[in-house]
């Protein structure tokens, strides 16, 4: 079986886990002395260590080996996302960590319903990101931020907004070698000036296909779209 992945701030020869992944490593998985981990930093480093000691609800670890990981994307790759309904938000930060998104950002724009977030929300959306960066292999831990008016999305150097009226295709308008924005519209969809203000910051308008995607949907398609290739 596959060690269990357990997530660390910072790794080291010999580290405590401790917290609320040490509580899971002890009484969802009964951890015991000999047991091995791998162990991820959330930047990019990763490495097999052993159970050396147990004190009270913090678990000492040995690294074994360091070990190089390439399951990221070659290139950074930030969604900005509209606020959406109910817990719509989940199941794009969920897939979109597996498809391997670096960022999420979300964005209040004209037509969201939602117009601010909660800290508690926000937060939740973390620990998604946390969950699904575990169970997909991912050894840098995505950052979920915002959310930001969309007048502050910034200048990229290649993004592509999906526009269901978009004729150009995301094969079309991506280049693998630079780092890409995504930007995927509320349940309404983004306003006509609002897709105007996004092309001025270097974004593209893209097709997902000639049928109308709920705004999930539609962000993991492109995610999906972006992230197929080599290297990716
Ligand atoms: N009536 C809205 C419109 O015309 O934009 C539909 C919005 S759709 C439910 C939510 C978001 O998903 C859109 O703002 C867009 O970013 C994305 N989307 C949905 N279908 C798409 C498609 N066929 N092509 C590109 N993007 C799409």
Known sequence: MRPHRAYVPAI????????????????????????RLTLFDGRGREALAEVVGIEGERIRVRVLKARPAEREPDRTITVYLALLKGEKLFEVVRAGTELGARRFVLVVSARSVPKALGREKLARLGRVAVAAAKQSGRTRLPEVAGPIPLAEVPPVPLGLVGDPRARLRVAEA?????????????EGGFTEEELAALEARGF???????????AETAACALLALVTAGPGQ
């Open 12 to 35: 080291a020869d010999e580290l405590w886990i401790e917290g609320g992944e040490a509580r899971h490593l002890l009484r969802v998985l009964r951890a015991r002395p000999g047991d």
């Open 174 to 186: 991506d280049d693998p070698t630079r780092p890409l924005a995504l930007a995927v519209g509320p």
């Open 204 to 214: 593209r308008r893209v097709t997902l296909g000639r049928r109308i995607l709920r």
